[in-house]
């Protein structure tokens, strides 16, 4: 692969020193995109749960007060109490609820993964199109100077009686092709760039054609199966959802235990009466209250069978999301050998094609080849250079498909 890497390399225009890398657009995306912002907010929301469920077992203070008037004498009166709770035993309300809380947000922060991941692959698939759409627009450039100097020669042979008019004519008319190829290239690079603009967040500079193999990409089918039964967060959510589905049937089953509070108040009042202030005594009480569930009419035990009944799906959603997972790493892996292999096949054929354009135009100009030799090898010339390049992008989007199957596409694959 080293070989037909240099070789395409040797044959596509060379990307400018100042190009951009994919590495430059992940990052860019990473810092900008407003869809990953929002999935890092509804996150910080989530994770607020946990710090709710453990506000049930802290303690609570209040403050109230009414006042009032009374027409039969007693004037205007007011009072002022303060009271304080403490829970003190929850029967396992509590710290159920914080663990199904805290499996909740476990769960969010693997859908957060599979977010950035998503739009991470997103970002290769807008580069991978915008790349091989320049590179387009490059081909059908440099085949119309190749094309204009074609003509020349062909106009100048036939002045000197060495070539025929329809000679020319064919040249002009390859040459008109390739210019209705260069505008829908360039009406399909304006496409691309629109896309690539929407997901990175910025304006698409020329790419680099350059890219590195990610270091994580596994090595093997085994390999790629190993980690994302390991490491892909869609099924580390779904397990995460198990354990909070089973703390929710803890939960439930803990509204059958008795709770103990500690409470106490503290209160003072006062009357209005033919101008004078009349105070009452102060007022404070403290005690605990013991609530013990007896009769429920059946609402607990539903609550339990109910909550049984989901972590029983929810299990077997798990069971389900590990199959796909694998399925998904099977054909990711599936997809980038063939990339692999359709590349390689496209860089030798451009190295073929490039020695026959070349033996063609020399042959011509000894009047061993015609005219119509000349399209020809021109013509396959710039077809094997957009195959290579076509190839050169699918391989790009097989690998972001690999990495995100195998768990392991965030903003430090491709540095």
Known sequence: ?????????????????????????????YESNPELAAAHARQDSLAESTEQARALARPTMSVGGDAGYDSQG??????????????IWTGGRVSSAVRAANGDVAAGAE????????????????????LYNQQAVEVARVGIERLDNQVAEARSRYGLGQATRTDVAQLEAQRSTVVANLADAEGALATAAASYRAVVGQEAAALS??????????????????????????LLQQQRVVEASAARIDQARAER??????????????????GNVQNFEAAASVGMTLRVPLLTGGLVSSH???????????????????????????SAWATLKAAQGRLQADVEGLAAADVALKGVRTEYGFG?????????????????????????????VAQAALLRAAGRLDSDAYR
């Open 1 to 29: 692969m080293n070989r037909g890497v240099i070789w395409m390399s040797a044959l596509l225009l060379a990307s400018p020193a100042s190009a951009e890398t994919l590495g430059d657009a992940i990052a860019a995306a």
């Open 74 to 87: 007693y004037g205007r009166s007011a009072s002022l109490t303060a009271s304080a709770d403490l829970p």
């Open 111 to 130: 859908g957060l993964r599979d977010a950035e991941a998503a739009i991470l692959q997103r970002v290769v698939g807008a580069y991978a199109a915008l």
């Open 209 to 234: 054609a350059v890219v590195a193999p990610p270091a994580e990409l596994p090595a093997s089918n085994d390999e790629a199966r190993r980690a994302a039964a390991a490491a892909n967060p869609l």
């Open 257 to 274: 235990a008795p709770s103990l509070d500690l409470g106490g108040a503290y209160g003072r009042g006062g009357r209005l009466t033919n």
């Open 304 to 330: 339990v069978r109910q909550a049984e009944a989901n972590n029983r799906a929810e299990r077997f959603q798990a069971d389900a999301a590990e199959r796909e997972v694998i399925r998904a790493a099977d």
């Open 368 to 396: 061993l080849r015609s005219t119509i030799d000349i399209l020809v090898a021109d013509q396959s010339f710039r077809g094997a250079q957009l195959a290579v390049a076509l190839a050169r992008s699918d391989l790009l």
